[in-house]
Structure formats: C-alpha cells, structure tokens
C-alpha cells in the first residue's frame, strides 16, 4: 500500500512581495507528470519561474525535479524532499513564482519553495492505495436498502450500479477485508447475494 493525494489542489503565499502559487496533483505516470507540468507552464506562463518535482510511480524509483532557473538546488530538489519526507507517491507538485522584486538569497529560496510545497501538501486529501477485491454483488430489489446500509459501514467503494430483474452492484473492498465482508454480507442477507470475484488491483480509499 502506499499514499498519494487525491485529485488536485491549489494553495497561494506571498513572500516578500514574491507571489507563490503551488499545485499538486495526483499523477500515475510519468507521461501524466510532464503532461502537468506542461499544463501548468502553458497557464502561468508570464511566470517568473515554474519549479517542479514528482515522484511518477508507486515505488518511488521514478522521480524527477527542476529549479528552473532559480540558483541549483534552491527549487526543485526542496520540493522533492517534501514529496518524500511526507512519504507521498505518484504525487507531483509545481510551485509558480511571480518574482516581486526582492531577492531572497539561497537559504531563503529553499525555506520559500520547501515551505509552499509543505503548506500545500498538508491542505490536500490524501488516499491511501491499497490492493483491492473488486467483485460484482447481485441482490434483489427488497435487499438494496440493506446492502446500502451494510457498505456504507465498510472501508469500500460502490463503483458501478445496475438495475435489471435484478440489481447488480460493483464494489471494491480491501483484499485483507475481502473474506469478512463477503461472509458478513452473506449473513445479513441471509444468503440471497450472488458474489462473483471480478479482479485485484491498487485502490485509492479515502483517508477519514
């Protein structure tokens, strides 16, 4: 399992009359990463600088940064570390700087960009990716409340939802719960569920 943000957020910071604007993004590649990165350029690009860093992959393996143009070492390798201190994955991050006319020297940068990634990071919702159970639930009509009430009690997801003489639910629950869930179920609805097992994968559950 492993942490990432979810989706994308946007904070901004004043520093010495310098104008910071950090987003983050959850990215599942690296093609996804320089894709942002790019989108981010193209919308500020009256900036003064737009300074990255990314960690592309689950395993922390791929992983990319930039100062852009700022002095080596103040920018990118800063936010980088944040990335990584706060144990985050296929997580990028670009800080935008509008440079407000006064220098903040070496130290200063880094306190700067490590700090505005920092600040942001903390403000996003984070989900946890864990290996999940997708399987597909097939209940009567008279048990669908029940089933509601039983998954709205779990850590899963309700992914997809058919109604036809029956109705069918597509549901993602974590592969450690997977066999307790599925028993339990069977209980509450004294046996009238036909489960079938669809596939496993990484799932992002949100973070309470």
């Known amino acids: 399992m492993y942490l990432s943000v979810n989706g994308e957020c946007r904070t901004r910071k ?9 987003t983050a993004r959850h990215i599942s590649s690296e093609e996804e990463a320089q894709n942002f990165i790019a989108e981010m350029r193209k919308k500020y690009a009256d900036a003064t600088h737009n300074c990255y860093a990314y960690v592309a992959d689950r395993l922390g393996n791929c992983l990319r940064f930039s100062d852009d143009g700022e002095p080596s070492g103040t920018a990118g390798m800063p936010i980088l570390d944040v990335i990584r201190n706060k144990k985050l994955y296929e997580t990028a991050v670009v800080v935008t700087r509008y440079f407000g006319g006064i220098k903040l020297g070496a130290g200063g940068l880094v306190r700067a960009y490590s700090g505005c990634a920092s600040e942001n990071l903390d403000a996003t919702q984070k989900v946890l990716y864990e290996m999940c159970s997708q399987s597909e639930y097939t ?31 597509v549901v993602a629950v974590k592969k450690s719960q997977e066999q307790e869930i599925n028993l339990s179920l069977i209980n509450r609805l004294n046996g009238k569920v036909t489960i079938k097992k669809l596939k496993e994968y990484y799932f992002p559950f949100k973070i309470s």
């Open 139 to 169: 209940v009567a009509y008279q048990s669908v409340d029940l089933f509601f009430r039983f998954f709205s009690e779990k850590s899963a997801d309700i992914i997809e939802s058919r109604y036809e003489n029956d109705v069918t639910f």
């Open 14 to 22: 004043t520093i010495e009359k310098s104008q910071f604007i950090t």
